[in-house]
């Protein structure tokens, strides 16, 4: 069936460095694609979303692009912080029914 | 203001018996979703609500899994017959109609031994 995924399981960085975490998706007919960033022992927090006619949007520190052209959507963070550590999910909105995938776990080294 | 709360925190049952999982939605979100989460996996969508009713239930694994939402506000996921497999954090979030962002609960840690 159609399903979100990622292409990393993991991802270290430096401290300050910038990270950049893809996903790839098949649901063509998907609304909105999001972002979530969950902590160990919480729920996923919204990071960011973007609309399926868009191919950029930018939020603090943060910027997600979209290639409808390949199926691809990635999340960059500048100036990565330990705070940043955590697992990003990406999710696919189509009609208020929202899937993840599997994420990926970014590791900030100081 | 008050996030999306979940009852218990953990919940530790026996191999056989019947749970059931609370979930307050933020005050005002119409859209209300389960999830579950097994350790290093994406969250897997078991069902979602509009309202009152299930609008989507497509995720629920088999009949021993049932969802309710009575009054459009409170839901409660119903599991009989507990497996071992089973054992998950099932997370709740709710959002705005329309909206993209859901809040999250922190979750049910459901253990069943």
């Known amino acids: 069936g159609e399903s979100v995924g990622l292409h990393l399981p993991t991802l270290s960085v430096q401290e300050g460095d910038n990270s950049i975490i893809n996903c790839a998706y098949s649901?063509?007919?998907?609304?909105?694609f999001i972002w979530y960033k969950q902590e160990s022992g919480k729920g996923p927090q919204f990071i960011i979303d973007i609309r399926s006619n868009m191919d950029k949007r930018q939020g603090q520190r943060v910027t997600v692009l979209l290639n409808k052209t390949v199926k691809h959507l990635s999340l960059q963070i500048a100036a990565t912080q330990p705070g940043d550590s955590a697992v990003y999910f990406c999710a696919e909105k189509n009609r208020g029914d929202m899937r993840f995938g599997a994420g990926t776990r970014l590791t900030v080294k100081p | 203001g008050a996030g999306v709360s979940q009852t218990p925190s953990n919940k530790v049952t026996e191999k056989g018996k019947y749970v059931e999982l609370r979930c307050d939605p933020i005050?005002?979100?119409?859209?209300l979703y389960w999830y579950r989460q097994s350790l290093g996996q994406g969250p897997e969508f078991l069902i979602y609500f509009q309202g009152t009713g299930a609008a989507d239930d497509s995720g629920l694994p088999n009949d021993r899994f049932f969802a309710v939402r009575p009054e459009g506000s409170v839901s409660t996921l119903k599991i009989q017959r507990t497996e071992r497999g089973d054992s998950a954090v099932y997370l709740c979030a709710s959002s705005q109609q329309g909206g993209t962002e859901a809040f999250f609960g922190q979750g049910t840690r459901l253990t069943v031994v």
């Open positions: 005050s005002g979100h119409t859209a």
């Open positions: 649901n063509s007919a998907s609304d909105y």
